[in-house]
């Protein structure tokens, strides 16, 4: 299992509470002691396989074969657990006074190779800003925003703390996920079952029905 953080982890944990709660057996594959002939053998001797790697040719090789397998790989959220009542209350709050509500999340404040900062959080800080009337909510579970960006305008909400996404999306009619760099983004995958339009920068492949922005090109974001 992967470390304790970010998207990786919550999708891993998903599949294997899953299994745990329908009494499923499981095992893992080694990709430390990868063959071809051993994977192939494995995915096609299962009903289910699940893959996490940052090799795109690995990814292909597995998604080949689940395809003709008819396998699925993403996993929905399995028990979904609800907003403190105070956070709940703030989010009731800020849509009274906003026209809509925007969210985004980040796992921590985090740069990426240049030196910028991956989730852009304070580029998107600053533009809300300016548009008092739109609503932006922040996830922040690991609490490092909270300190970084100090006190907020009212139209600016941070959630802090260990918290499901899943509601921050169903009370948004928008999600943003303004990355410099990404993989394949579980929340974005969470915006779209929650049926909320979804905006996010093009430095990877997105899935359908996501609106692309440049990062940083604010324009084009507000146009959208």
Known sequence: KPLPIGGVTIHVNRLTALLDKVGQEYSFYDLKGFRILSFLRVIGTVDYAHLHSSSPLLRLLFAVI?????????????????????????????????????????????????????????LLVDLFRKYPDWGFIISDPSGSYSKLLGELEPNICVIRGTHSFIPVLETSDCFIRYTSTDGDSLSIHEALDCGIYVIATDVVTRPENVSLVTRENTDQLISL
């Open 66 to 122: 689940c395809r003709f397998c008819n396998t699925k790989s993403y996993i929905p959220e399995v028990c979904q657990e609800k907003l403190d009542v105070s956070v709940e209350n703030k989010i009731n709050e800020l849509r009274q006074r906003v026209s809509f509500i925007v969210c985004t999340n980040a796992s921590n404040f985090t740069l990426d190779k240049d030196g910028n900062e991956i989730y852009g959080i304070k």
